[in-house]
């Protein structure tokens, strides 16, 4: 089993849909949930972060996390073009006194006009 | 503020030979993580660098190797290049306080080609 995985794509969303991507982790005692966007070519960009069971909202972006069971996940309201990107799921495990993040192999999503 | 700035942009080495990547962290940030990014693929940690030492390490072997400078900035050397060893290697800046969620900000990255 991976450390972390995410939902397979590649997802296409049309232009105002709601792009609905997930993760799961394997370390239950993980601390913090990262959700990366990397356009191609380019390098990953922080675009929300989670640590506690619940919603968390900013602006077009939703992060979601269940402890419980092991998952998390990103929602993006009225989904634009520029959303178009590879979104990387990063978890800090724990026991580790040091930043180790863990991704996943990324989902690639592409929102139509 | 300053963001993380990488160099070189890109690199090409031939097989065997050594390469040295820089990286200069954000403005306030003390600890620098290296990764690397095979095509594809997420971003696979090799190590962290706080207070000039290393402070945690992934499954790499010795030939990777690093630095940290006391102005944060850090090297990433690696010798005996393989051609495995061809992907995007990322520096990420963080700031290592009590509390901290562990939030890391990525430079542009180096892309090195191993032929």
């Known amino acids: 089993q991976k450390e972390v995985e995410q939902n397979s794509g590649p997802l296409s969303v049309p232009e105002g849909a709601i792009a609905s991507l997930n993760c799961t982790y394997s370390?239950?005692?993980?601390?913090?949930f990262f959700w990366y966007r990397q356009y191609s070519g380019k390098s990953p960009e922080l675009i929300m972060f989670i640590y506690s069971n619940g919603d968390k909202e900013d602006g077009r972006f939703t992060a979601q996390l269940n402890k419980a069971s092991q998952y998390v996940s990103l929602l993006i309201r009225d989904s634009q073009p520029s959303d178009s990107a590879t979104y990387l799921c990063?978890?800090?495990?724990?026991?580790?006194?040091?930043?180790?993040?863990?991704f996943g192999q990324g989902t690639i999503l592409t929102v139509h006009p | 503020e300053t963001g993380v700035t990488q160099s070189p942009t890109h690199l090409i080495k031939t097989r065997g030979q050594q390469v040295t990547l820089r990286c200069s962290s954000q403005?306030?940030?003390?600890?620098v993580s290296w990764y690397q990014q095979a095509l594809g693929q997420g971003p696979q940690f090799i190590f962290q660098y706080y207070r000039e030492e290393e402070n945690g390490r992934g499954n790499f072997p010795p030939r990777f190797s690093g630095l940290q400078f006391p102005n944060y900035s850090s090297e990433l050397n690696v010798n005996a290049l393989e051609l495995d060893d061809s992907a995007l290697y990322l520096c990420?800046?963080?700031?290592?306080?009590?509390?901290?969620?562990?939030?890391?900000?990525f430079g542009p990255g180096t892309r090195l080609t191993v032929l």
């Open positions: 990420a800046s963080s700031l290592a306080i009590s509390g901290s969620l562990g939030e890391q900000f």
């Open positions: 403005s306030g940030h003390n600890t």
């Open positions: 370390d239950r005692g993980s601390q913090s």
């Open positions: 990063a978890v800090k495990p724990g026991g580790t006194s040091y930043g180790k993040l863990t």
